[in-house]
């Protein structure tokens, strides 16, 4: 699909790093679909991470998570899932291929500066924590409703030219 969902983590946030993110995802050519920055609760932070939550790192990642703002986006571009796994890098920063976003912010394997989906599936059921369906469709009905805008505007104008033409034409 051409959906994808990041969020940049606290440690991130609180390095002031995310500007920096955001412009390195739309230098990558993804455009930002939708955007948020708040704070997870613990309870949302353990439905995020649900498929961890036997893991013996469950705990203290969901209070990592709930621990200060994170930015939430929705990101746009041709096989999005792929394309910012690539650009994101692997788990442990350590392990990371060099410029990717967790080799140049991510500081250890919890803190590693930014989640990525990995699958169209699992985008949606995250962006669903942090967006309405709304947040997401906007976008489309902001194109849209430009789209009609520039197409009545063209209509007017054209209408105006072809009536002076036509009372021009009348004149001589
Ligand atoms: P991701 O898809 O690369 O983000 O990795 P996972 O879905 O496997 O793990 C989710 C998040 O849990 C990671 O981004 C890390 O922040 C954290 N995490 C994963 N594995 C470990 C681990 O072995 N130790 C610690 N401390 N954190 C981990």
């Excluded at 440690?11 to 739309?26: E, F, S």
């Excluded at 500066?113 to 967006?131: G, K, V």
Aim: hydrophobic share 45%; with cysteine.
């Amino acid at each position: 699909g051409n959906l994808t969902f990041t969020m940049i983590k606290p440690d991130a946030v609180k390095a002031n790093n995310h500007a920096k993110i955001l412009q390195h995802l739309i230098d990558a050519g993804f455009r930002i679909v939708a955007l948020r920055m708040w704070c997870m609760s613990r309870n949302d932070a353990k439905r995020f991470y649900a498929v961890h939550k036997d893991k013996e790192f469950f705990e203290p990642l969901v209070d990592f998570m709930s621990s200060g703002p994170i930015v939430a986006a929705v990101l746009e571009k041709e096989n999005a899932v792929a394309e910012l796994r690539k650009i994101v890098g692997a788990t442990d920063p350590e392990e990371a291929a060099e410029g990717t976003i967790r080799k140049l912010y991510g500081t250890a394997r919890r803190y590693n500066a930014i989640h990525a989906s990995d699958s169209d599936e699992n985008a949606r059921t995250e962006w669903s924590i942090h967006f309405t369906e709304a947040d997401i469709i906007c976008h489309i009905a902001c194109s849209f409703s430009n789209f009609i805008s520039v197409f009545v505007g063209c209509m007017f104008t054209s209408m105006f030219f072809a009536s002076r033409l036509s009372v021009m034409k009348k004149a001589g």
